[in-house]
T-cell receptor, first 112, second 112 residues
Framework: EDKVVQSPLSLVVHEGDTVTLNCSYEVTNFRSLLWYKQEKKAPTFLFMLTSSGIEKKSGRLSSILDKKELFSILNITATQTGDSAIYLCAVECNFGNEKLTFGTGTRLTIIP | EAQVTQNPRYLITVTGKKLTVTCSQNMNHEYMSWYRQDPGLGLRQIYYSMNVEVTDKGDVPEGYKVSRKEKRNFPLILESPSPNQTSLYFC???????????FGPGTRLTVT
């Protein structure tokens, strides 16, 4: 059974702090790992990672994948209150038909 | 074990033949939602339900129907499927809107 586990489940930090969110996975036929941010009703896409060791960056957010140790991290530097959200990790597999398994997310709360 | 189940997992059908994808959760969650995942478009919300007999349209409701007669079940109905509804569908549930969502395993639908 494919599994995606995110940690911590919940995190509360002060504005300006740096946070690291973790996503580990056990899947068959790994294809890619995706990060989403969910503030309202539907998650919005952040990153797709397919190769180990290559950092993807978007503003204050960055993410990296380790395919040997089967995990990814999402870093947010200089956090702002607008970063408060649930961050979802999902892993895409390829059995001929694509399969996507989600973690349950990390709830991040930024205190002003 | 807390989970969201979907059936079927894979379905190939022809244009116009009515189909239903079932979704069931065992966590007594109030909020349930259907998404479709398409390459390059991310997750898009189809319909959601805040409680029994309360449903509302998401971002892409055209061509779909839902019902919420019982708390645990939230079926997605395609009255007359068309090829542009070929996609990967996810059901999700959470305690309330805005809380961590539990995703089902996904249903890969192909309409020819």
């Amino acid at each position: 059974e494919d599994k995606v586990v995110q940690s911590p489940l919940s995190l509360v930090v002060h504005e300006g702090d740096t946070v690291t969110l973790n996503c580990s996975y056990e899947v068959t036929n790994f294809r890619s790992l995706l990060w989403y941010k969910q503030e309202k009703k539907a998650p919005t896409f952040l990153f797709m990672l397919t190769s180990s060791g290559i950092e993807k960056k978007s503003g204050r957010l960055s993410s990296i994948l380790d395919k040997k140790e089967l995990f990814s991290i999402l870093n947010i530097t200089a956090t702002q209150t607008g970063d408060s959200a649930i961050y979802l990790c999902a892993v895409e597999c390829n059995f001929g038909n694509e399969k996507l398994t989600f973690g349950t997310g990390t709830r991040l709360t930024i205190i002003p | 074990e807390a989970q969201v189940t979907q059936n079927p997992r894979y379905l190939i059908t022809v244009t116009g033949k009515k189909l239903t994808v079932t979704c069931s959760q065992n966590m007594n969650h109030e909020y349930m939602s259907w998404y479709r995942q398409d390459p390059g478009l991310g997750l898009r919300q189809i319909y959601y339900s805040m409680n029994v007999e309360v449903t509302d349209k998401g971002d892409v409701p055209e061509g779909y129907k839902v019902s919420r007669k019982e708390k645990r079940n939230f079926p997605l109905i395609l009255e007359s499927p068309s090829p542009n509804q070929t996609s990967l569908y996810f059901c999700a549930s959470s305690f309330l809107d805005g809380y961590e969502q539990y995703f089902g395993p996904g249903t890969r639908l192909t309409v020819t």
